[in-house]
C-alpha cells in the first residue's frame, strides 16, 4: 500500500487529502468525507487508516478528505465547495497515481450528509466541471437527510433539534428529476434520534419518484456510525464489509 498524506487540493490549510493506494494500477477510488458534525473531526484517525488499508486490500484506493468547519471559520457552504473541489482533484489527478479514473464518494454522518449534498443538488459539482452521473457510486453512511442540524445551528440560529427540509437537507432535492448512478444508504438500530426515520423517508421519498431507481437501505446494528468506528469480533469494519458486498454486488 501507497500512503500519501497531506496533498492540497485547495489553497487552505484545512484542505487537504490522505491518499491510500494499491500497489497495482487501474483501480477505482473512493473518495471519503469524515463526520464530526461539521465542527469536529479531521481526515485522520486510526479506524479512517485501518478501514482504508481493507478497502485497499481489496483493489480500491481511498482517499480521505479534509475541509473547513464552523471551528475553523467556515460557513454554508465552505466546506460543500471544498469536498466539491476535492473530488474534482482527485478525478483530475488519480490517474498520475495509479486510478482508473472511476470515483465513488462516501461520507459518514456530517460527511453522508455533504455527499448526498453534492450528489442531489448538483451545483457544486458542476461548478467544478463534475457532472454528478459521472460519479460511479455513492456510498452514504448515516446521514441527515433533513437540514443538518450545526447548519440550523451556525446559519439560521435555530435550535438544532428542529425538523426542517429546505435548501440544507439533501431531501429537499428529492424530485421527479432525480438522477443518481448507484447508492448504499446505511444507518444504524441505535442511531441518532430520527435518524432511522430520517434515512427511510429519504429511501421511500426516491422510490416515490423512481421504482427503478438503484438504491439499497440497510440498517445495522449499533449505535450511530458504528460500522465505520467500532471493529467486530473478526478484527473487520461492519462499514467495510457491507460496502465490498454492494460494491461486488453492483460490479463496481
Keep these: ?10 489553497n487552505n490549510s ?9 500497489e497495482q494500477t487501474g483501480f477505482q477510488t473512493i473518495v471519503w468525507f469524515h463526520g464530526g458534525g461539521l465542527e469536529n473531526g479531521n481526515k485522520y484517525s486510526q479506524a479512517t487508516a485501518e478501514i482504508a488499508e481493507s478497502f485497499v486490500k481489496n483493489g480500491y484506493g481511498f482517499i480521505s478528505v479534509g475541509y473547513r468547519l464552523y471551528t475553523q471559520g467556515a460557513r454554508y457552504p465552505d466546506y460543500l465547495t471544498d469536498c466539491a473541489n476535492a473530488v474534482a482533484f482527485v478525478k483530475e489527478h488519480v490517474q498520475e497515481y495509479g486510478g482508473n479514473g472511476k470515483i465513488l464518494i462516501s461520507g459518514q454522518s456530517a460527511g453522508a450528509w455533504m455527499a448526498l449534498m453534492l450528489c442531489l443538488d448538483g451545483k457544486f459539482l458542476k461548478a467544478v466541471g463534475i457532472e ?4 460511479a457510486g455513492w456510498i452514504i453512511d448515516s446521514a441527515q437527510t433533513t437540514a443538518h442540524f450545526n447548519v440550523l445551528k451556525y446559519e439560521k440560529k435555530e435550535n438544532p433539534n ?7 437537507a439533501p431531501l429537499y432535492y428529492v424530485s421527479e428529476n432525480t438522477k443518481f448512478t448507484k447508492m448504499l444508504l446505511l444507518f444504524y438500530e441505535q442511531d441518532m434520534p430520527c435518524r432511522p426515520e430520517q434515512n427511510e423517508l429519504f ?13 439499497e437501505y440497510v440498517q445495522l446494528p449499533g449505535t450511530h456510525c458504528y460500522g ?3 471493529k ?3 478484527g473487520e469494519y461492519r462499514f467495510v464489509k457491507e460496502t465490498l458486498r454492494w460494491l461486488k454486488a453492483k460490479g463496481l
Design 14 to 22: 484545512a484542505c487537504k487529502l490522505d491518499m491510500y493506494l494499491p
Design 162 to 168: 428542529a425538523q426542517r427540509i429546505d435548501e440544507f
Design 132 to 135: 454528478p452521473l459521472s460519479i
Design 232 to 234: 467486530e469480533e473478526d
Design 1 to 10: 500500500m501507497k500512503i500519501l498524506n497531506d496533498i492540497a487540493y485547495k
Design 228 to 230: 465505520s468506528t467500532c
Design 203 to 215: 429511501y421511500k421519498a426516491i422510490l416515490n419518484f423512481d421504482k427503478t431507481a438503484d438504491i
